[in-house]
């Protein structure tokens, strides 16, 4: 009987009876349902493809092995080492999606309920969703109405002394004006977290977006610029020496260093900003890593394929003065014109942007503002919250979503489909302006 190399997490070497790294392998059956999910298509070529493409699979199936580890292993570094070279920096930690990485976030400034969390008052969901689950108090900053990012004023008229975090949004992939919040948060000892979702790639005043604040939360969801198979984040930091940490926070602080008596490994406390925090599990599967690794590499040309459609939008746009265009490149800004934002001057428009979207609906572009005031929610109204208090504390947001803006496409479209949008958009307004 041959020796076999056992699983390395129990590091016994050769042995006779080894211990399987994978519980249970994928199979060539199960590869070409995985061909199939990723290549649909239907017909009697395709089906002919398909049945050529088994037969080799086969071929292929009789000489290879399978992996020996499906997560956290060569491919996720490979992931992380691209998005490192990509960023410039060498935290990057991939997590199981962006909320995710915000969770590891919040853990290390060691919130506790009581404690206040400034959010913009348009974003997503899970900007918010640990610090309202532990009793946090959000504070719902206002939006720049240009942007409907964060405004800096308004989060400096809301810091108290029990402000601990602050969680700038680069909504759409616009940066967020980052040297009067990171002025503000290293004047009160507050911590920022950038929620940059859509912002992989963007660039502010030099600096790529994830080298700014002291932490930066990626999505490499479904509908992000680029993606790791459906699910995925990336973490960033800036706290000197919490990289290495920040990769233990992600697998429940399992630590090779300092094993105990007689076993392999320990479990120890992820160092915080004042003291150590339990960490928790979001890893991510080799699969994961290497679609992500993959799709990193192309992020520019993504970028720029999204920057030349929202370059004409805007062009166009420019023959109504009544159509607030989405702002493009500039020396100090660059976007990853995630979405295209469109805005539009209620007064000089004869209409707000609820009657355009109407009529954007009725010539078949498909539009939506992608996220509405936080403050709206019922989980947020059901913890104690007054709606209708925190709006008279943001009436930019409360202006723009309801009267000025909506977010186009800008990916994935033809430019007969691109042209027709910027086309149906002029129309719109024109018969806004005319009382059509």
Known sequence: MAKQTSDFRYNTGA?????????????????????????????????????????????????????????????????????????????????????????????????????????????????????????????????????????????????????????????????????????????????????????????????????????????????????????????????????PDMKRARFLGLDFSCPIEKWLYNITPIPGKEK????????????????????VARNEEIIRVRREAAEYLTKRFEENDAIVPQLLDTDEIKPTYHMYMLQIDPAKAGGDIQLLKQKLTEKGVTQIAHFGPLYRFKVVQEMGYDSDEIAKTCPNCEEIFYKRYTHLPLYGLSQEQIEYMADAVLEAVKEMQEGR
């Not at 967020?176 to 911590?191: F, G, N, S």
């Not at 150590?276 to 799709?295: C, D, H, K, V, Y």
């Open 15 to 243: 042995t006779r009876v080894p211990w399987a790294a994978v519980g249970e392998n994928y199979n060539v059956h199960d590869l070409m349902e995985i061909i199939r999910f990723l290549m649909q298509g239907e017909g009697k070529e395709y089906d002919a493809a398909l049945e050529a493409v088994w037969e080799q699979v086969k071929k292929l199936d009789e000489l290879a092995t399978p992996p020996g580890k499906l997560s956290l292993g060569t491919q996720v570094e490979r992931a992380e080492q691209a998005c490192n070279e990509y960023l410039g920096t060498d935290t990057s930690t991939f997590v199981t999606n962006a909320t995710a990485g915000f969770e590891i976030a919040y853990k290390y400034a060691n919130l506790k309920a009581g404690d206040e969390v400034i959010v913009p008052a348009i974003t997503f969901v899970a900007t918010m969703a640990y610090p309202l689950a532990i009793g946090c108090k959000l504070v719902f900053a206002d939006v720049d109405p240009r942007t409907a990012n964060m405004d800096p004023a308004d989060v400096a008229r809301k810091i108290t002394d029990k402000t601990k975090m602050i969680v700038p949004v680069h909504l759409g992939g616009y940066p967020v004006d980052m040297d009067p919040i990171m002025e503000l948060a290293r004047k009160h000892d507050i911590l920022v977290l950038e929620d940059a979702a859509h912002a992989f790639g963007a660039m502010y005043k030099g600096k790529k977006i994830g080298t700014i604040g002291d932490f930066a939360g990626f999505s490499m969801h479904e509908v992000k610029n680029i993606t790791s198979f459906g699910e995925g984040g990336i973490l960033t930091t800036t706290i000197p020496g919490f990289g």
């Open 276 to 295: 150590p925090f339990m960490a928790g599990n979001s890893s991510t599967t080799e699969i994961q890593g290497l679609g992500l690794a993959l799709q």
